[in-house]
């Protein structure tokens, strides 16, 4: 089972990356992948959920208006485009999937299989 994460790195203010996470041998059918952050010193956050089948998307209130999800199901990949980036958008972000047919996108509980990060800095 995998779950890569790629695209992160050093921005600054304003700048803008595209992140994505790469699912492969999963031992289920991937029905939702969601994305959460871990800054310095702080517990994870929920940042997006993407469903995989029906194309729906959640966001967390402070991504709403500059982050945007898309998807590659042929790829099984899914991205996440950080937009407008601010200093406090700077974390490790996790890519997380799920088998469930209906998620609480914010429930990290409702997530199988997660990837190792990738980190985002902005200064």
């Known amino acids: 089972v995998q779950l890569v994460e790629s695209g992160g790195g050093s921005v600054q203010a304003g700048g803008s990356l595209r992140l994505s996470c790469a699912a492969s041998?999963?031992?289920?059918?991937?029905?939702?992948m969601g994305w959460f952050r871990q800054g310095p010193g702080e517990g994870r956050e929920w940042v997006a959920t993407?469903?995989?089948?029906?194309?729906?998307?959640w966001y967390a209130g402070p991504a709403k208006r500059r982050f945007k999800l898309s998807q590659d199901t042929a790829k099984n990949t899914v991205y996440l485009q950080l937009n407008n980036l601010i200093p406090d958008d700077t974390a490790t972000y996790v890519c997380?999937?799920?088998?469930?047919?209906?998620?609480?996108?914010?429930?990290?509980?409702?997530?199988?299989?997660w990837g190792r990060g990738t980190q985002v800095t902005v200064s």
């Open positions: 997380a999937a799920s088998s469930l047919f209906s998620v609480t996108p914010a429930s990290t509980a409702d997530y199988s299989y």
């Open positions: 041998r999963l031992p289920f059918t991937l029905n939702f």
């Open positions: 993407q469903s995989i089948k029906g194309g729906g998307t």
